[in-house]
């Protein structure tokens, strides 16, 4: 079984840059792509950016040019950095594989921009 521990979230003043991580237990979740999730009271999680097997990258429009997901070379550690942050970027950030599996969803880490 995987269990994912995201950390590094807090609070950020708008314009502001923040790097968040995702530590995962052994090494099932180095075999799948990986992404980060965001999810925000009374809405779906949603897929910000996703890192394939081959490291081909994928993001949200949303945060295109902005946010950035990188990983070690064991591939159990997964990385966000977090550029110009909004308001509306304000969510807990969870990680997962890219597609999700349920059981494998951590706590997550909250972001929040506010000056």
């Known amino acids: 079984q995987v269990q994912l521990v995201e950390s590094g979230g807090g609070l950020v003043q708008p314009g502001g840059s923040l790097n968040i991580s995702c530590a995962a237990s052994?090494?099932?979740?180095?075999?799948?792509?990986q992404a980060w999730y965001r999810q925000t009271p009374g809405n779906q999680r949603e897929m910000v950016a996703s890192?394939?097997?081959?490291?081909?990258?994928n993001y949200a429009d949303s945060v295109k040019g902005r946010f950035t997901v990188s990983r070690d070379n064991a591939k159990t550690t997964v990385y966000l950095h977090m550029n110009s942050l909004k308001p509306e970027d304000t969510a807990v950030y969870y990680c997962?594989?890219?597609?999700?599996?349920?059981?494998?969803w951590g706590q997550g880490t909250q972001v929040n921009v506010s000056s």
């Open positions: 052994g090494s099932l979740f180095s075999k799948f792509p």
């Open positions: 997962n594989a890219y597609p999700s599996v349920r059981s494998w």
């Open positions: 890192i394939s097997l081959d490291d081909s990258t």
